[in-house]
């Protein structure tokens, strides 16, 4: 079975630039998150989307940040403009398990890690 | 809002045992969750405690005390290959939904 494919793998801007990330879930998974890794920290929810809608979107900073699911599969997010604080890993994750008796296992991607300068 | 502490770093001898802590302040709490980030990889499922108690699988067993929200990541036997960041988790209610909030993690180095 084909894990949670990410690209770019790495990505170096100059801030004001902007980005974009693709994430595609393992087949099946209607559940996809993007998570935000700054070095030395544990990741931090951007966006969670059920299918092709936004569950919570809560910690995503929407005045540069945006992401979408088109029908519900493939996902983007999109920085514009960066910031040197962006500098980070993007990681995409999916799940099955939708229901509160699961184990709720995210499977994660390798991660887009961005540098900016 | 959801809050997590576990130590920063551990080191333990191959071979031995070492136990990671992780205690919790979270609403709407579902379970506790461990996962395995090795430098550059993806972070790996290792473990899911809903109920009090002991879950072993392998080398690996982790604990949860929901009266004490507190629960620990027991790794036996260690192995070079285990030297890596460990993260606790909640699975908590969200905004219509589950969701996972990490720990900071805790970099664990394995020496011979």
């Known amino acids: 079975e084909a894990g949670v494919a990410q690209s770019p793998r790495y990505k170096i801007i100059e801030k004001r630039q902007s980005v974009a990330f693709w994430c595609n879930p393992i087949?099946?998974?209607?559940?996809l998150y993007w998570y935000q890794q700054i070095l030395g920290q544990g990741p931090k929810l951007l966006i969670q989307?059920?299918?092709?809608?936004?569950?919570?979107d809560s910690q995503l900073p929407k005045d540069r940040f945006s992401a979408e699911r088109l029908k519900g599969v493939d996902s983007t997010l999109k920085i514009q403009p960066a910031k040197l604080e962006d500098s980070a890993v993007y990681l995409c994750?999916?799940?099955?398990?939708?229901?509160?008796f699961g184990t709720g296992e995210l499977f994660f991607g390798e991660g887009s890690r961005l540098t900016v300068l | 809002g959801q809050s997590l502490e576990q130590p920063s770093e551990v080191t333990a001898v191959e071979g031995a045992i070492v136990q990671i802590n992780c205690t919790y302040q979270?609403?709407?709490?579902?379970?506790l969750s461990w996962y395995q980030q090795h430098d550059g990889g993806a972070p790996t499922f290792l473990s899911y405690?809903?109920?009090?108690g002991l879950e072993e699988t392998g080398r690996f067993s982790s604990f949860l005390s929901r009266s004490d929200s507190y629960g620990y990541l027991l790794l036996q036997e260690l192995q070079m290959k285990d030297s890596a960041s460990y993260f606790c988790?909640?699975?908590?209610?969200?905004?219509?939904?589950?969701?996972?909030?990490f720990g900071k993690g805790t970099k664990l180095s394995v020496i011979p």
């Open positions: 994750a999916s799940s099955l398990d939708a229901t509160a």
């Open positions: 087949s099946g998974h209607a559940t």
């Open positions: 989307f059920q299918n092709n809608g936004v569950v919570d």
């Open positions: 979270t609403s709407g709490f579902y379970g």
């Open positions: 405690n809903a109920l009090d």
């Open positions: 988790a909640v699975r908590h209610s969200g905004a219509g939904s589950y969701q996972l909030t």
